[in-house]
């Protein structure tokens, strides 16, 4: 219960905020979306054996409000999924996100963005990095703020929280909810170099009376930034991590890296990390990640783009027992008049610690989207 309150207060704050903005004379915008897909599937079902044609519909509407000092957008939609003589009728996906971009002052700074999504597909889970078998409703939260203060000319103070939550039909899964604060001093235009502390709390579900139960962590991490140029920036973190489970600690050292590119016409991204988390089964343990993604535009027509990742998981603090999958997406398109734009989308999923053919899983299609356009 702890996550869904800790959603619904980012959700009010976001809201009390763009309510504020509109007040004073902020630009109102309707958002609408709606997608047309369909394609192969080789395991539709995670079951391993559920091969079939697969349409997919996915209409989406939201409202934006903005102004020279906030950006905030609501959006609720869903998936109508089609699966050809497997499931009778087809299956709904549902998902809301919330975002907002402020600058309260001319020394603060805040940025966040939480999702809400509750599905049967396991795709979306795959994409997350957890992997499970079978067509079960995974109800999934996840999300991240930023909340940055200029506290003097050579002194920056931030304060972070990360959420992730996972919670099956049959009421297992697990949730991160993890707060953390920085002093960052700036030793010349691109370096700057300081000390954090983050805390974790870990929370691993299970039915029955006492099958929940409660982990913690508490980091202390050496922090750097390095910004190249405008398009080029390096943020990363390392230090050890006390962690507390069933009247035992243990030390844990975790490390993150992140290369972010952003041009005209390329947009990438890079993280490389060794931290405690949520893992490739939905469980609290020791994760190691690499993910990706990337958007390369043509003129104003055609583009690139994709993403994905490669999780281990394993028990903590020794890492036995790993779990490892990867997820890989791709899309090719062209815009075209009016909103509409047309692409081919492809995707695979899948585990390496295991040739159960039940977690293999790959997807090819055509999709047709429109977005009603901005003012």
Do not use: C
Request: net charge positive; no cysteine.
């Amino acid at each position: 219960m702890g996550a869904w309150r800790t959603g619904e207060a980012v959700a009010a704050a976001a809201l009390l905020l763009g309510a504020r903005a509109a007040a004073a004379g902020t630009v109102m915008e309707p958002i609408a979306r709606l997608s047309l897909e369909g394609g192969y599937d080789s395991n539709a079902l995670y079951d391993g054996h559920s091969a079939a044609d697969v349409g997919r519909v996915s209409p989406e509407i939201g409202l934006r409000l903005h102004d020279p000092t906030y950006d905030l957008r609501t959006s609720y939609g869903g998936d109508y999924v089609y699966f050809q003589r497997l499931v009778q009728g087809g299956m709904w996906n549902q998902r809301g996100s919330i975002s907002l971009d402020a600058r309260p002052t001319f020394r603060t700074t805040f940025a966040g963005a939480f999702r809400l999504s509750q599905a049967y597909d396991p795709a979306a889970l795959a994409q997350a990095g957890v992997f499970r078998t079978g067509l079960q409703r995974a109800t999934v939260l996840g999300g991240r703020a930023r909340l940055d203060w200029r506290a003097s000319e050579l002194v920056d103070a931030a304060t972070t929280f990360r959420e992730e939550t996972v919670v099956f039909q049959d009421r297992t899964g697990g949730a991160m909810h993890a707060p953390t604060v920085e002093l960052l001093q700036r030793l010349d235009r691109r370096w700057s170099v300081g000390a954090a502390y983050g805390l974790g709390v870990f929370q691993s579900f299970a039915p029955g009376p006492g099958g929940d139960t409660l982990s913690y962590s508490n980091a202390v991490r050496l922090r750097a930034r390095w910004r190249a140029e405008r398009h080029l920036a390096v943020d990363g973190w390392v230090g050890p991590a006390l962690w507390s489970a069933g009247g035992k600690s243990s030390l844990v050292p975790e490390a993150y890296a992140e290369v972010l590119v952003a041009t005209r016409g390329i947009d990438l991204r890079l993280d490389v990390s060794h931290a405690l988390g949520i893992g490739a089964t939905a469980q609290p343990g020791l994760v190691d990640a690499f993910e990706f993604g990337g958007e390369r535009r043509f003129g104003r027509t055609w583009f690139v783009k994709g993403d994905g990742g490669l999780w281990r998981s394993g028990t903590v603090p020794s890492g036995k027992y790993a779990v490892t999958g990867y997820a890989v997406e791709a899309e090719v398109g062209r815009i075209l008049a009016g909103g509409l734009r047309l692409s081919v989308t492809g995707a695979h999923f899948g585990r390496t610690d295991t040739a159960a053919a039940a977690y293999e899983r790959t997807w090819v299609g055509m999709r047709v989207g429109w977005a009603l356009q901005a003012r």
